[in-house]
C-alpha cells in the first residue's frame, strides 16, 4: 500500500488541517514510512507467540473493597479556601 498526494490531502480534509505544499510532502514521507514498517512487521513468523495482553510484567496492586470511616465532614471542610456550613463553595462555570 502505498501513500499518494490525494490521499494526504483527503485525510487532511477530513482532519480539518490546512497543510502547505512542504507539510504535504513532509507527512507523504512520514505515512509511507509507517506502512513500509507495518508490512515489515507483517513479514514477522509469531506462530507460537502469545499475544501481549500487558506490556510489562508489573501487576496491579488490589486492594478490598471495603466502606471505611475515612474523612469527616468537617475535617474535610477545614482546609477549604471556601465553604458554607456543609459544602465546597466553588466559581461559577456556566453562565
Same mark, same amino acid.
Given at each position: !500500500?502505498?501513500?499518494?498526494k /490525494?490521499?494526504? /490531502?483527503?485525510? %487532511? ?8 505544499e512542504?507539510?504535504?510532502?513532509? !507527512?507523504?514521507?512520514?505515512? &509511507?514510512?509507517?506502512? /513500509?514498517?507495518? %508490512?515489515?512487521?507483517?513479514?514477522v ?7 501481549? $495482553?500487558? !506490556? $510489562?510484567? /508489573? ?7 471495603? %466502606?471505611?470511616? $475515612?474523612?469527616?465532614?468537617?475535617? %474535610?471542610?477545614? &482546609? ?16
Open positions: !500500500m502505498i501513500i499518494d /490525494e490521499a494526504i /490531502e483527503k485525510i %487532511a480534509h477530513l482532519a480539518r488541517l490546512e497543510m502547505d512542504k507539510s504535504e510532502e513532509k !507527512m507523504l514521507k512520514s505515512m &509511507n514510512e509507517i506502512v /513500509e514498517w507495518v %508490512a515489515k512487521l507483517e513479514e513468523d509469531t506462530e507460537g507467540v502469545a499475544p501481549l $495482553t500487558h !506490556m $510489562t510484567q /508489573e501487576q496491579s496492586v488490589w486492594r478490598e473493597d471495603k %466502606a471505611e470511616y $475515612t474523612l469527616s465532614h468537617e475535617d %474535610a471542610l477545614k &482546609n477549604a479556601p471556601k465553604k458554607d456550613a456543609d459544602f465546597f463553595r466553588v466559581p461559577k462555570v456556566l453562565d
